[in-house]
């Protein structure tokens, strides 16, 4: 097998006939595969499975029914179940053109690269094909964002954020990727220190459906640019202090409506308590849910640790109040501060570690029995 073509998948299913067809074209002799990674909830996995029937070449579905680290995950273990020592990546839409799949084998034979980058951001390439001028603009800002984070791991690569590249699985070690969302380039060059080489290609308008890029993967890959950086607490951090923004915005605007500030103060936790729960069950430890147990026992645990971090927050806050005259939003925020820690300490190592599995003892191995010998037979 030269080649494993990976196709992450979300209801795409008006896509794949043709996906596949110039694909085909597109490979002419060469030996290779197709991997759908399929994530969807439509009737996209049949429409695969149709297809695969008629297919001339190996078509593979994988179907999940439950979607862990999104389009990043589902590539992961798409690689896992190549064939090939190299693997292509390329979304179903068709907004990676099939037809380039040879110039990235072309440049991957010449032996002296890990991995090939389809940019459109070098001579030759465009992004016209983004849905318009806002996401293009995004795209660019989050590029020079993720470059100026990773100046050494991804120097020479101008598209790091492309979902189309051929890496080889060898040069990667694919069990400590810790995928998010869509950006699964990104998660492997920051990971290690890899030989990149690039090719042109202009990023075509999709073929059919709607674009899956929403506000929810932009805050997935912020979270996992933090944490491939800074690690999970500086992402933590990132979720605390949006969620201490919050707190004091809803304290002061409470308090000018008139409310006492310890009333304030109390409701103002109780909100930012469930928000922050969320943001982080969903971005910081997703990683972490399938092996800690069920949500709302997680946030059992959670809400009632933060409840009774404020029952000691808040008195604390008081006496900096009335004792040391300190403006009241301030004392708030300084307490919150101190608490940080605590909260990180307890999340990590009880909220989402994971539920201890109590194996059988083994059972005794059978005693060895001395072979019977036949009469004659030398032993």
Excluded at 150 to 167: A, E, I, N, Q, W
Excluded at 274 to 301: P, Q, T, Y
Excluded at 311 to 330: F, G
Aim: hydrophobic content about 50%.
């Amino acid at each position: 097998m030269d080649l494993s073509i990976i196709v992450p998948t979300f209801n795409e299913g008006p896509n794949v006939g043709e996906l596949l067809r110039r694909i085909g074209e597109a490979m002419g002799d060469r030996r290779f595969e197709v991997i759908f990674a399929d994530d969807s909830t439509d009737d996209t996995p049949a429409i695969i499975a149709a297809a695969a029937a008629k297919a001339p070449y190996p078509v593979r579905l994988l179907h999940r029914e439950e979607a862990t680290a999104g389009l990043g995950g589902a590539v992961v273990e798409g690689v896992h179940l190549a064939a090939a020592r190299w693997c292509l990546v390329m979304d179903g839409d068709l907004q990676h053109p099939p037809e380039d799949i040879p110039r990235l084998l072309d440049r991957a034979a010449q032996g002296d690269v890990d991995v090939v980058v389809a940019s459109r951001y070098i001579a030759g390439g465009d992004s016209n094909g983004l849905a318009d001028a806002t996401r293009s603009t995004v795209s660019r800002a989050s590029t020079l964002l993720t470059k100026s984070m990773f100046p050494r791991k991804l120097h020479g690569c101008s598209d790091p954020m492309t979902g189309f590249f051929l890496v080889d699985r060898e040069a990667v070690d694919v069990d400590a990727l810790r995928p998010r969302g869509f950006k699964i380039l990104l998660e492997i060059l920051a990971r290690r220190q890899l030989r990149v080489a690039e090719v042109p290609f202009q990023f075509a308008s999709r073929h059919a459906g709607e674009s899956k890029a929403s506000i929810r993967q932009g805050l997935r890959f912020l979270t996992q640019l933090a944490m491939l950086r800074f690690g999970r607490m500086s992402a933590f951090a990132l979720v605390g202090g949006a969620g201490a923004v919050v707190n004091l915005v809803i304290m002061w605007g409470l308090i000018r409506l008139g409310v006492d500030y310890v009333v304030a103060a109390i409701i103002a936790s109780e909100l930012t308590i469930i928000g922050n729960f969320l943001l982080l069950e969903f971005l910081v430890f997703a990683d972490m849910r399938a092996e800690s147990g069920r949500m709302w026992h997680r946030f059992l645990k959670s809400f009632a640790f933060n409840n009774v971090e404020a029952i000691i927050r808040i008195p604390v806050m008081w006496v900096l109040v009335e004792s040391a005259h300190i403006p009241s939003v301030l004392a708030a925020g300084l307490t919150l501060i101190a608490a940080f820690v605590l909260r990180f300490v307890f999340h990590a190592l009880v909220v989402y570690a994971p539920k201890r599995v109590i194996k059988p003892p083994p059972e005794p191995a059978p005693a060895p029995s001395r072979p019977t010998l036949n009469v004659g037979q030398e032993e």
